[in-house]
């Protein structure tokens, strides 16, 4: 079949979506952290704002 993906493969926009889920997951815990231990909580709201935008963007 033309534009068949190999058995098992992952598209490349999926692969890269993840990689961008992750990433943000990650940015938030950091911040979430950074706020509990410096009480500044605005590196939290921009990396949930980010991630949340981020996922919106990218579900279907």
């Given at each position: 079949m033309v534009?068949?993906?190999?058995?098992g493969?992952?598209?490349l926009g999926e692969r890269i979506e993840l990689v961008l889920?992750?990433?943000g997951t990650l940015a938030t815990v950091a911040a979430a952290y950074h706020a509990g231990t410096t009480g500044?909580?605005?590196p939290l709201m921009i990396a949930s704002v980010?991630?949340?935008t981020?996922?919106?963007?990218?579900?279907?």
């Open positions: 534009g068949a993906t190999t058995s493969a992952t598209p889920l992750g990433l500044n909580w605005m980010a991630t949340g981020l996922v919106a963007l990218t579900s279907r």
